[in-house]
């Protein structure tokens, strides 16, 4: 039998365009769409690179290489950090910024989602490209939506068109990913995760 709503579906409004039924049935079966989600916090990671973390505090470091921004036993985030051609070329650094973000583990059946740049990236699932263009598809149990829609995670980007990935998992795990020509930015908000550690704290601040 079909479902009363699509959770997926208008996910990046949700407070917006969902109707409050919507809200309730979706929250209280998928977990998606509730209000002020109890134990809930965001880390956001943007530039060269700056990182906001789950214990409230900030960030900045100028290393390249591959680092887990979470690592818990059910889910994995990784992050891939080099310098690119614009910091090189206009700020004369070798500063880096993420240049592609993973998800991964038991939450989501052990799938791989992997999102790059526009320029030199994609969006894959498991290693095949999926929505080359915008639209909505799904990685195990993760829904993928890929649209124009949602708040910047750094604004002073906002004068470039927007490109942006929602990856909707189980247990209320969102991950937005703002795409641009040569790197990322990103913001996670889930809940805590028994051994949780990694880039973006483990909610002990």
Same mark, same amino acid.
């Given at each position: ?8 579906? %208008? ?6 365009? @969902? ?8 929250? &209280? ?21 700056? *990182? ?15 680092? @887990? ?8 985030? &990784? ?6 051609? @614009? ?47 915008? %639209? ?11 649209? &124009? ?22 247990? %209320? ?10 790197? *990322? ?10 051994? &949780? ?7 002990? %601040?």
């Amino acid at each position: 039998p079909s479902l009363p709503f699509d959770c997926h579906a %208008g996910l990046s409004e949700w407070r917006a365009v @969902w109707s409050v039924p919507k809200k309730e049935w979706c929250c &209280q079966h998928q977990a998606l769409g509730c209000e002020g989600q109890s134990g809930s916090r965001s880390c956001t990671i943007w530039g060269d690179p700056h *990182i906001f973390t789950f214990d409230r505090s900030r960030l900045v470091f100028y290393s390249e290489g591959d680092f @887990w921004i979470v690592k818990s036993p059910s889910l994995n985030i &990784q992050g891939g950090f080099q310098a690119t051609d @614009w910091t090189k070329q206009n700020d004369q650094t070798d500063y880096s910024s993420m240049t592609r973000i993973i998800a991964s583990g038991s939450i989501i059946g052990n799938h791989r989602i992997e999102v790059g740049t526009i320029d030199a990236g994609k969006i894959t699932c498991d290693g095949g490209e999926v929505l080359p263009n915008f %639209g909505t598809d799904h990685c195990g149990a993760a829904a993928i939506t890929y649209d &124009q829609n949602g708040r910047l995670v750094d604004d002073a980007m906002a004068f470039l068109p927007h490109r942006t990935v929602h990856m909707a998992l189980p247990d %209320g795990v969102l991950i937005q990913v703002n795409r641009w020509p040569n790197f *990322i930015n990103a913001k996670i908000t889930m809940r805590p995760i028994p051994g &949780q550690v990694g880039l973006c704290g483990d909610f002990n %601040g």
